[in-house]
């Protein structure tokens, strides 16, 4: 027996309540909706300053017209869904199922107005537009804000918990866990910031850009102003000069930071999951959760591994069609329309990383025990320590000692020491008794230099 139609993408199963927000603009429904109040709005537009006839329409018929956008639901759906099987274009589809309700509400006398002197990609580029901005600003974007807060949250807790740093995975001067967690905030609000500046771009010049059925429909009409007023008039930025197809700079850019970011979270996963690794952070236990299918005691880090995982299939294809929308053969060739498809999953794999990320953030919590252990058992990382104040002794002439750092190389290179070898070693050192003191008061644990001063960084 066969199974039942099955989604083949786990986002539109097994992870489907976790990214269903970005199903309300990057699903076919919602570009469909979104291209229906792009070709309303066009047919308000040219209606009321009264192109070609016609007469501005009543506000009733106004609302009921904008309703076929604002109140799309499966009926609408499935209308334009039996247009399309007849038509086998999806645009067209689109403006047979405006044309319907123009029908209904008895104004056939401006039909023809709607999808007037359109290209496809005039609606389409526009609608893409539309869903993109409102994915990115109301629902990715606030996820991404909110795991900032989360991360930002944990370096101001940690922001005084020295911690060993750890440069090529060997034991090195010593930070704090809010310091080093503030670094990955700070990295992903900068980024924030350039996704929030980005342009949306739209066209809307005809078949290959130049306004020439336009022209030919009405040669005193001012298309260039007219067309800047309508695009901008639908909370998008002005293309001017185009082929047939907006140029698709704008997502190329967008999709890059949006990639940029993926990386950056990706490497904050690699890190936590390390640090659990190390036992720095403990993971919380959740009831009735199964770690191990035959080891009782785990808890393993599934959310920092599958944030991982879906970061890479993010980034993999937010690239893909940043490096492939970029490119149209001479005035327009259907590659980007295949492609643009996709984006709603470039986006559901970032989202559902983030997801796990927020959840895993929660779950963790620090062992400061184990840190202040680690640290206690590498005092050797003084060494830097104790050979730059050495060096500073001999620029100020209270010191004699030759090449300082070689002397630390010979005590602390490939050996363990303790708080007694290295007391033993300062207080022969030939420095300045206040430089000497200073020395010997100095312990890993309070070797953090500016550490928890720089989480401030984050405002």
């Excluded at 927000?21 to 040219?46: D, I, K, M, P, T």
């Excluded at 310091?179 to 342009?199: C, G």
């Excluded at 022969?428 to 010997?440: H, P, S, V």
Aim: hydrophobic residues 45%; aromatic residues 6%; proline residues 3%.
């Amino acid at each position: 027996m066969s199974l039942p139609a099955q989604p083949l993408s786990p986002l539109d199963g097994r992870y489907q309540s976790a990214v269903s927000e970005l199903g309300e603009f990057l699903s076919e429904a919602g570009l469909n909706r979104a291209r229906v109040h792009v070709e309303v709005e066009w047919l308000l537009y040219l209606t009321d300053r009264s192109f070609f006839g016609s007469s501005p329409l009543t506000d009733a018929q106004k609302s009921a017209l904008r309703a076929l956008a604002s109140d799309f639901d499966q009926a609408s759906i499935d209308a334009i869904g039996a247009h399309e099987a007849r038509t086998r274009h999806d645009v067209k589809a689109v403006e047979y199922f405006v044309r319907d309700a123009l029908h209904v509400l008895d104004l056939d006398a401006i039909a023809e107005l709607t999808h007037f002197a359109c290209t496809s990609e005039d609606i389409n580029n526009l609608s893409y537009a539309l869903i993109v901005r409102d994915a990115v600003t109301t629902v990715w974007q606030p996820k991404l804000a909110a795991v900032i807060d989360a991360i930002t949250a944990l370096a101001i807790e940690h922001r005084a918990v020295p911690m060993l740093a750890r440069t090529h995975g060997q034991p090195a001067t010593p930070t704090t866990m809010g310091k080093e967690l503030a670094v990955f905030a700070h990295r992903l609000a900068r980024v924030s910031a350039q996704v929030q500046a980005s342009e949306y771009l739209g066209k809307f010049s005809g078949a290959t850009g130049t306004f020439a059925a336009h022209l030919a429909a009405a040669p005193d009409a001012d298309w260039r102003a007219i067309s800047r007023e309508f695009v901008e008039g639908l909370g998008l930025d002005w293309n001017p000069l185009t082929t047939q197809i907006e140029s698709h700079d704008w997502q190329a850019e967008l999709y890059g930071r949006i990639s940029h970011a993926n990386r950056i979270l990706h490497n904050l996963a690699t890190d936590i999951w390390t640090y659990i690794s190390m036992g720095y952070f403990r993971q919380i236990p959740v009831a009735g959760a199964t770690g191990s299918s035959t080891m009782p005691h785990k808890i393993n880090p599934i959310r920092f591994e599958n944030a991982e995982a879906n970061l890479e299939l993010s980034s993999a294809v937010l690239d893909s069609l940043a490096a492939t929308l970029v490119t149209s053969r001479l005035q327009r060739d259907l590659t980007d329309s295949s492609a643009q498809r996709n984006i709603g999953v470039g986006f559901g794999h970032s989202l559902l990383a983030l997801d796990n990320i927020q959840r895993g953030l929660r779950e963790i919590a620090l062992a400061e025990e184990v840190l202040a252990a680690d640290l206690d058992g590498n005092w050797e990382v003084l060494g830097e320590a104790v050979q730059t104040v050495i060096r500073a002794e001999v620029a100020a002439g209270r010191s004699s000692i030759e090449d300082p750092y070689a002397k630390l190389k010979d005590l602390t290179r490939g050996h363990r020491i303790g708080a007694a070898d290295l007391a033993e070693f300062v207080s022969g050192l030939d420095i300045g008794d206040e430089a000497k003191a200073r020395l010997l008061a100095l312990t890993p644990a309070g070797y953090v230099g500016l550490a928890s001063e720089l989480v401030d960084y984050l405002g």
